[in-house]
């Protein structure tokens, strides 16, 4: 069983950074999809970014230019750097993985931008 933990979450002012960071144990498969998801109160939980192990990297458009995923293949690790944070950025963001898609989620962490 895969087992994810995230790191990193927190309160910050608009306009403000933080990074998170996730890091995959327990894989039997060498982990391909790597992704970070949000879910903000009241909404589905949405695609926030993803790599792949090759480097393809895909954004949710609300945070292109803002936002940057980036790994460490040989430690199973994930950081999405985030910047220029708004408060529509608040919400719960969690790691997960797998294959080819989301399969495996972490707890999440809580992110939240006051304005």
């Known amino acids: 069983q895969v087992q994810l933990v995230e790191s990193g979450g927190g309160l910050v002012q608009a306009g403000g950074s933080l990074r998170l960071s996730c890091v995959a144990s327990?894989?039997?498969?060498?982990?391909?999809?790597m992704g970070w998801y949000r879910q903000a109160p009241g909404k589905e939980r949405e695609l926030v970014a993803s790599?792949?192990?090759?480097?393809?990297?895909n954004y949710a458009d609300s945070v292109k230019g803002r936002f940057t995923i980036s790994r460490d293949n040989a430690k199973d690790t994930v950081l999405l750097q985030m910047s220029s944070l708004k408060p529509e950025d608040t919400a719960v963001y969690y790691c997960?993985?797998?294959?080819?898609?989301?399969?495996?989620w972490g707890q999440g962490t809580q992110v939240t931008v006051s304005s």
């Open positions: 790599s792949t192990r090759g480097g393809n990297t």
């Open positions: 327990g894989s039997r498969f060498r982990i391909n999809y």
């Open positions: 997960a993985t797998g294959l080819v898609e989301a399969v495996y």
